[in-house]
């Protein structure tokens, strides 16, 4: 029996959208679920609303039987002779990004009055990561992730604990989660990685070195958690490879990776300036999986690999991420003034809410604790400040109104930053 992977969460974005007179567009990494979100999930809740099926019209851009309907002079008259009449139409439209002058169609099609729209895309450069401004205010984007730990969860056959260790081995891609064997999730990421991932990401920039474009991601996969920018990848280009890569094509080739939804940039903020510091700044992988294959499932530091994941739930509740910088003057010897650079992991803000997130492996000691809190002891605020670890048994604030949370809590319970 085929296991089916409720995305709950991106369905009721859905269908809250439903009828909106936008073109919804699903945006997200390739293989994170987004074709059977569209076209399983909703054509699903479509039809058992009670919409008739012939008045859903589905086309998958890149299978080979369609590659003729990428011309829209053909898709354009063969969709229109579908529409027959002034009833309602649900168009579901996958990887539209392969559609020549997609733009142009859509909102062609989004001027029927009877026409819903929702189209899939994998790429950020063709569908622009300012939706509204490329539609001309007609786009409504729900960006997709691979499973969070939660939806993971929902199949996964054991305990938490268990369910924490291949997670952040192996990832969310809904395909590599529902493998059976280790040995066959690693040989599926590795596939993904380089027949998919990369070949795509060559073929749609036309990259001639494609070896430094492995190297570079070899160096990213070490370094998640850690500040960087293209001249320090330069460097250790320069002194690891011997190669003479500029800044520049590293900043190319990382956007080349940003646009395919491989990672994302968290930048720096200044909480006391209340400023952003521009590089360097962190890298986050969009899948754990995917970067575990990278560095051949070596490098598995537990620390590295929650803050990625941390990072992940946050954006997956809409929340935009920062690194939070902050600059403190201490005592330093003889009693002279001494600023040092405290970090605050990751500063969440959606709409007028603002958290403060450290991320704590373990804590163990008075002392670890005491150096994971001392930034937020700085701020001079009252917005909530989160320690996450995995040594907490339940959540608690301490007399600084701190919230401890242990990582199960938080990735698992939707509501975690409200405790």
């Known amino acids: 029996m085929e296991i089916e992977i409720q995305r709950d969460y991106y369905l009721e974005k859905l269908i809250r959208r439903k009828g909106n007179g936008l073109i919804k567009i699903v945006t997200g990494i390739r293989r994170c679920g987004k074709s059977y979100l569209m076209r399983t999930l909703f054509k699903k809740y479509l039809i058992e609303s009670g919409v ?4 859903i019209i589905e086309m ?13 002079k053909i898709f354009y008259p063969w969709i229109k002779e579908k529409i027959e009449n002034g009833e309602k139409y649900y168009i579901l439209l996958d990887e539209v990004q392969l559609l020549d002058e997609f733009v142009s169609v859509l909102n062609g099609l989004a ?3 009877n026409c819903d729209i929702y189209v899939t895309g994998s790429n950020a450069r063709f569908l622009s990561r300012d939706i509204a401004t490329e539609f001309g205010g007609r786009g409504d984007e729900i960006h997709m992730y691979p499973l969070s730990f939660s939806e993971f969860m929902t199949i996964y056959n054991g305990n938490r604990y268990d ?4 997670y952040i081995m192996y990832g969310g891609i809904p395909l590599v989660a529902l493998a059976e064997t280790q040995e066959q999730k690693m040989m599926l990421l590795d596939n993904l990685f380089e027949e998919m991932y990369l070949t795509d990401i060559k073929k749609r920039n036309k990259i001639r070195n494609i070896g430094e474009m492995g190297a570079l991601l070899d160096v990213l996969s ?6 960087t920018n293209p001249n320090k990848l330069q460097k250790t280009f320069k002194s690891v490879n011997q190669s003479k890569i500029t800044a520049t094509t590293i900043m190319k080739y990382i956007g080349y990776l940003e ?3 491989l990672i994302e940039e968290a930048n720096r903020y200044d909480i006391k300036g209340k400023s952003y510091i521009g590089t360097p700044l962190k ?17 598995m530091e537990v620390t590295h690999a929650m803050e990625n994941v941390i990072y992940n739930e946050l954006r997956i509740r809409g929340f935009r991420v920062d690194v939070g910088n902050l600059t403190v003057v201490d005592k330093g010897r003889e009693g002279k003034p001494v600023k040092k650079q405290l970090e605050v992991d990751f500063i969440c803000t959606k709409g007028f809410k603002k958290y403060y997130i450290q991320s704590a492996y373990t804590l163990g000691s008075a002392e670890k604790t005491e150096q994971e809190i001392r930034p937020f002891l700085k701020i001079n605020d009252s ?24 990582i199960y809590d938080f990735l698992l319970n939707a509501d975690s930053l409200e405790l």
């Not at 008739?52 to 008045?55: K, L, Q, S």
């Not at 369910?163 to 291949?166: I, S, V």
């Not at 070490?222 to 500040?227: P, V």
């Not at 320690?387 to 007399?399: C, I, L, Q, R």
Request: charged share 30%.
């Open 222 to 227: 070490s370094a998640i958690g850690s500040l």
């Open 52 to 55: 008739d099926e012939g008045h």
């Open 60 to 72: 998958s851009f890149d299978l080979y039987d369609n590659i003729e309907y990428r011309d829209p």
């Open 163 to 166: 369910g924490w260790n291949e």
């Open 111 to 113: 001027d029927r009055k």
């Open 259 to 261: 646009d395919a939804f």
């Open 383 to 406: 917005f909530k400040k989160i320690v996450v670890t995995s040594d907490t048994p339940k959540p608690f604030y301490n007399e600084d109104g701190i919230l401890f949370v242990n």
């Open 283 to 299: 890298y986050y992988f969009t899948d754990m999986g995917l970067r575990n294959s990278r560095i051949r499932y070596r490098q």
